[in-house]
C-alpha cells in the first residue's frame, strides 16, 4: 500500500433549514475513502452521523471530540473493508453510535472475506450492524430526513442517502467515473440500472458526495459520465 497524500477537510452548507447542513470530508487510508461528518449547522446542536468510517480514522475521531456533540450513526454506504476498517475506533470513541448497512451486506461486517479484506491482505471486522437498511428507510442526519436508495452493482448492498440537494452515493458514482464492478457480487449492468433508475432521475443540482475524489452534481454525471450516459 502506497502511503497517503496529506488529507483535506472541507465543509459545506447546502443551505437548508435553520443553518443547513454541514458536511465535512476526510480521505482518509491508503484508498483515500471519503469519510463524511454530517450534522445541522448554525446554532442547532444536535448529534452527528458518520458516513463510512475507513482506515486511519484517528484525525476524524479527534474532530468528533472537538465537535462535542454525540454520535448518534455510522451509516455504510457499503461494507468493503476501505468503508468499514475504522468502524470500531469511532465506536470505541462514541461507543453509543448505531451502525447501520443495507440488509445484503448484514454479515460482511464479521466476515473479512466478503468485505475484501483477506484479498487486500488484512483481516478487518467492524462491530454490528446495529440496524438494517432498506430501500425507501429514511434516517435522520444532520436535523434533515434522508432517504435510502437502494444503489447495488458495485457491491449488493450499496445504497444513496438523498435529501433534496445532496446525495452520498458511496462507490456507484464518481466524478467522471463508477465504481469498480470486477469484485466478487459486483455487476456493471446492475450499476447502470442504479445509476439510471435512482441517481440520473435525481434533480441536476444535487451535490453527489462519492466514497473517493471530488464532489459532484448529478447534472454534471448525467451530461458528461462517459461510463453511464445519461
Ligand atoms: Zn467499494
Ligand atoms: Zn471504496
Not at 12 to 18: M, Q
Not at 97 to 117: K, S, T, Y
Request: hydrophobic share 35%.
Amino acid at each position: 500500500m502506497r502511503t497517503k497524500p496529506p488529507r483535506e477537510r472541507d465543509s459545506t452548507t447546502p443551505g437548508r433549514g435553520a443553518g443547513g447542513v454541514e458536511v465535512e470530508v476526510y480521505p482518509l487510508g491508503p484508498f483515500e475513502t471519503n469519510c463524511y461528518l454530517v450534522y445541522a449547522g448554525g446554532e442547532a446542536r444536535g448529534a452527528v452521523t458518520v458516513v463510512d468510517a475507513s482506515f486511519e480514522p484517528g484525525e476524524m475521531v479527534a474532530r468528533l471530540r472537538e465537535l462535542g456533540r454525540p454520535v448518534s450513526a455510522i451509516v455504510l454506504t457499503h461494507a468493503h473493508v476501505d468503508h468499514i476498517a475504522g468502524v470500531n475506533e469511532v465506536l470505541g470513541a462514541f461507543p453509543g453510535a448505531r451502525v447501520l448497512v443495507h440488509e445484503a451486506e448484514r454479515e460482511w461486517l464479521g466476515d473479512p472475506e466478503l468485505n475484501l479484506g483477506v484479498p487486500i491482505g488484512v483481516r478487518v471486522t467492524a462491530r454490528g450492524p446495529d440496524g438494517v437498511l432498506r430501500e425507501g428507510d429514511e434516517v435522520e442526519m444532520g436535523g434533515l430526513r434522508w432517504r435510502v436508495l437502494h444503489t447495488p452493482g458495485h457491491s449488493p448492498g450499496g445504497i444513496t442517502l438523498y435529501s433534496p440537494g445532496v446525495a452520498f452515493v458511496g462507490d456507484a458514482l464518481f466524478a467522471g467515473s463508477v465504481g469498480r464492478t470486477d469484485f466478487p457480487g459486483s455487476d456493471m449492468g446492475v450499476l447502470t440500472r442504479s445509476i439510471r433508475e435512482k441517481l440520473y432521475v435525481l434533480p441536476e443540482e444535487t451535490v453527489v458526495y462519492p466514497g473517493h475524489g471530488p464532489a459532484t452534481t448529478i447534472g454534471r454525471e448525467r451530461a458528461t459520465n462517459p461510463f453511464v450516459r445519461g
